[in-house]
């Protein structure tokens, strides 16, 4: 039995400057409010500015990667800072707030730093196709 996977994906590219954060932010409220996720996005921007904080202040690279899923059948929001800097956070040191879970590692993306969130909402995708 093969079983559907229903995630929606977006990201975009930012400059790894003082802007990043606020950049990030309005990205990620606009996304959310989209998905009619917009309930999330207090605690999705916090999250967001502390792990570009953190990538700021551990020699972040010229860009950084933010990346927004929502898993449907997880129920879950997963946020993502993609850089090519060299440092991750010491285990359990992933610096968010309030969040499902959280977490670093580095992959063939560079180094990735993310946290979770519980929607709370395994239902249809909006427009009716699942």
Do not use: K
């Amino acid at each position: 039995m093969v079983t559907a996977i229903t995630a929606r994906t977006r990201f975009t590219r930012l400059l790894a400057d003082a802007s990043a954060a606020p950049n990030a932010q309005l990205f990620a409220r606009d996304v959310l409010e989209e998905w009619g996720l917009g309930a999330l996005a207090e605690d999705a921007c916090t999250g967001l500015d502390e792990l570009i904080g953190w990538v700021l202040a551990n020699g972040s690279h010229v860009q950084v990667e933010i990346t927004l899923v929502w898993d449907e059948d997880l129920a879950l929001l997963f946020t993502e800072v993609v850089d090519h800097g060299e440092a991750l956070p010491a285990e359990g040191d992933v610096p968010v707030s309030w969040c499902e879970d959280r977490g670093a590692e580095r992959n063939w993306r560079g180094r990735v730093l993310w946290a979770s969130y519980r929607t709370g909402r395994p239902q249809l995708l909006p427009g009716g196709a699942r």
